[in-house]
């Protein structure tokens, strides 16, 4: 089924919002003419803020403080948006870095980072799906995984992290061929160091550090055009490959070597 795209969609709805990626995907959406924004967050304070600059952009916006982790909490809420005004792109952004290898870091680690998307992506599949009135030639459905370049390989640094990165990574880009054939799009975002909540608590070197908004603009010019594996900066692209492609001993030699981001 052949998928139409124009300059940027109208109608988004973004989780993870109230900071980092999410915050910037909120505003730059709005500044590029979206009209409707859903927008969820653990923080209501933080989330409100994010609104208001996206409503002084000219979008109307709803927010709704959420956790991704609440199956029926998440359906719920993404059912309304979908009543509310149909969406066309979805963003499951939101995620949280483990700190120390804990029971309870790791625990919440997997279950926001691979969990909490799994909600958010099969509440907008399922809403995709049911539409009534089909969906016409050229309608856009597409469903956008923040995942992360450290889960193309198993790092000491970050066990948790990285192992849920890498299982949203292989879910989505898996999940990419299948969903085409219905019309519906589904990239993966594999960003290295952006500023973020998460990054603010990292200890480690942070090479090719990024600002937010421009990886909001990264992100947003590939989603438009379908790309499906969305990864940058390419130098840690490029190393997180060849790392992932490593005999394991040498992988994990090198790996073993790595800073720890926190230990918070």
Known sequence: M???????????LITGASSGIGEALAVECARRGARHLFLCARNAERLNAVAEACRALGADVHVKVLDVTDDEGVRRWVEECEAAAPFEVV????????GAEKEANVRRTFSTNVRGCMNVALA?????RSRKLGNPAGTR?????TASIAGYAPLASCPSYSASKAAVKTWGLANRRPLSREGICMNVVCPGFVRSRITDMN???????????????IILDRVD??????AFPWPMRLASWLLSICPWPLAECISSMLPEKSKA
């Open 141 to 145: 459905r597409q469903i956008v995984l």
């Open 124 to 128: 907008a599949l399922a809403c995709y």
């Open 2 to 12: 052949a998928i139409k795209f124009n300059s940027g969609a109208k109608s988004v």
């Open 225 to 230: 055009r379908n790309v499906g594996l969305i």
């Open 203 to 217: 200890t480690c070197p942070m090479p090719f550090f990024m600002e937010a908004d421009r990886a909001a603009r």
């Open 91 to 98: 963003f499951a952004n939101a995620g949280v870095a483990t």
